[in-house]
């Protein structure tokens, strides 16, 4: 097991893409963030209230279940029954500007899941995405705005982000 | 109620038949799967593509509207197609069985098969014949679960838990799958049941069931948190089990008076359709009290649910059939 990121390490990433999130926001009247169960959901929250310290404006965060659009929900090859949990978003994402967060960008999938799942609520103005782990393996043309850290990780090994607010401690590991 | 739930859970029945013999954890993944389905009914696109290319059938072989609208709701919020399939209008009043009806849909390439049937067991002898997946929707005078499953998710959502809870089920016992299917539910999940009703309206065998039983409800009405009030089924009453419908309004019904009697925060529910001025006053079922039109949202969710996990045991299925083949 290799460590990608430590916890000052994670603080650090998650400034940058703050940084990066705000020089392309001229107008953070419309930005909303986000989250994709369940560590995109803390990272989401975490950006959020960073994004607002920025701004000095409450940014609104919601957190996206996207058990229901994924491509293998019916698939008996696929890896086993899903959990169905809520979406959770109370605000309207009509003509917003949407940063969707997740932890781990790989084949694709879940970010293609996750736009299905986001254009059935409404119709932002546009839909950025920012990761904190970009770790390649793409199957679908999908490329996100800003990304955390890029490593180079072999096909047949898992990147895993633990959170403190989950998982009890901040680090990304390879194994 | 947002629950963080890390476990995984696996379902694995292909059929929902009832909750007699279904295990409390079972119960709770099925109310809590249906709270993740609740939102969908809420956005402006009001669908999610989990059952899309998939077939529903409605089979009703007694009338019904808010279980049969409810389903085919559920399953066209799934994406899915749903034949609708009436008594009348079938082959089956031309003398068909039941078994050769459900063959013969299922050559059709239908995915669940959603049964109401006047006899005790229907869904179980259908589940045996077919490979399609089985949902009952209320056999005989034995089970309605997606009613009682809708009855205890609304009561988790409006009283947190069931611990210590008195839920009573007044009314026509006998001859109630909804009070069995609650009887099971509630009784499994740590409420208390109290059964109230006169004794000629009460089952056989009543001291079997995990219940109480009371024949008067002004003795026990003090003590209860959730009141969920039988509908009188004249259509399936026999004899004279009351002397009159005045009378049994008069001792049984939940009226004006009797809800200043009871907790402030009663919980009034009834499965519907409601025969106002009999088991329940209007002023009542249109009060603070009651949440007898949450429980028809509710259990939208619920059957989404439903549909969703006895598809997702049969993928199972198909899953743990290749596993073995390979192996």
Redesign the interface.
């Known amino acids: 097991m290799e460590r990608l990121l430590d916890a000052k390490q994670i603080d650090a990433a998650l400034h940058k893409l703050c940084q990066a999130v705000a020089a392309d926001c001229a107008d953070p009247t419309h930005l909303v963030v986000i989250g994709v169960r369940s560590r995109g959901e803390v990272l989401a929250e975490r950006l959020a209230t960073r994004l607002a310290r920025q701004f000095n404006r409450s940014v609104p965060c919601g957190t996206l279940d996207i058990t229901l659009y994924r491509d293998d929900l019916n698939d008996p090859q696929g890896e086993g029954q899903p959990t169905v949990r809520s979406t959770e978003i109370d605000f309207n994402v009509d003509g917003r500007l949407v940063l969707l967060v997740d932890d781990v960008l790989h084949t694709g999938r879940s970010v293609r899941a996750a736009m299905d799942a986001l254009v059935d609520l409404g119709r932002p103005r546009a839909i950025r995405l920012a990761v904190l782990v970009d770790r390649g393996g793409r199957e679908f043309p999908i490329q996100a705005n800003y990304v955390g850290i890029h490593p180079d990780v072999p096909d047949d090994q898992a990147v895993r982000v633990h959170l403190t607010e989950t998982d009890g401690r901040d680090e990304v590991v390879v194994d | 109620m947002?629950r963080r739930?890390?476990d995984?859970?696996?379902?694995r029945h292909k059929h929902l038949l009832g909750l007699r013999d279904l295990r409390r954890g079972e119960i709770e993944h099925i109310l809590d799967?249906a709270?993740?389905?609740?939102?969908i009914s809420t956005?402006?696109?009001k669908?999610?593509?989990?059952?899309r290319g998939?077939v529903v059938v409605n089979m009703f072989f007694e009338d019904s509207t808010r279980t049969r609208n409810s389903f085919t709701l559920a399953a066209n919020r799934l994406s899915a197609d749903v034949i609708e399939f009436t008594k009348t209008a079938s082959s089956v009043s031309k003398g068909e069985t039941l078994i050769d009806t459900a063959r013969n849909l299922e050559a059709m390439g239908i995915d669940i098969v959603v049964i109401r049937h006047g006899a005790g067991g229907a869904p179980k002898l259908v589940s045996r014949s077919i490979n399609a997946c089985v949902v009952n929707a209320g056999d005989g005078f034995n089970e309605h679960p997606t009613q009682a499953l809708l009855d205890v998710y609304t009561i988790r959502k409006v009283c947190g838990g069931f611990e210590g809870l008195k839920v009573g089920i007044v009314g026509d016992i006998a001859h109630s799958r909804v009070a069995r299917s609650n009887i099971w539910a509630l009784s499994k999940l740590g409420a208390q049941v109290i059964l109230i009703g006169p004794p000629t309206l009460m089952p056989s065998c009543v001291e079997q069931l995990p219940v109480r039983v009371s024949y008067s409800l002004d003795a026990v009405l003090e003590e209860l948190d959730v009141i969920n009030m039988l509908r009188i089924q004249f259509e399936r009453l026999g004899g004279n089990p009351f002397p009159s419908v005045r009378e049994y309004s008069h001792f049984f019904g939940l009226t004006v008076d009797r809800m200043k009697r009871a907790k402030p925060d009663l919980v009034v529910m009834h499965p519907g359709p409601i025969n106002r001025g009999l088991e329940i006053e209007s002023e009542v079922a249109d009060g603070p009290n009651s949440v007898i039109l949450q429980q028809v949202a509710h259990g939208l969710a619920v059957r989404m649910?439903v549909l969703?996990l006895v598809?997702?045991a049969a993928?199972?299925e198909?899953?743990e059939h290749?596993q073995k083949h390979r192996g």
């Not at chain 2, 995984?8 to 379902?11: A, G, I, M, S």
């Open positions: 947002a739930r890390t995984k859970f696996r379902w799967t709270e993740g389905f609740e939102e956005r402006s696109i669908k999610a593509p989990v059952l998939k649910a969703f598809h997702q993928i199972e198909q899953r290749r």
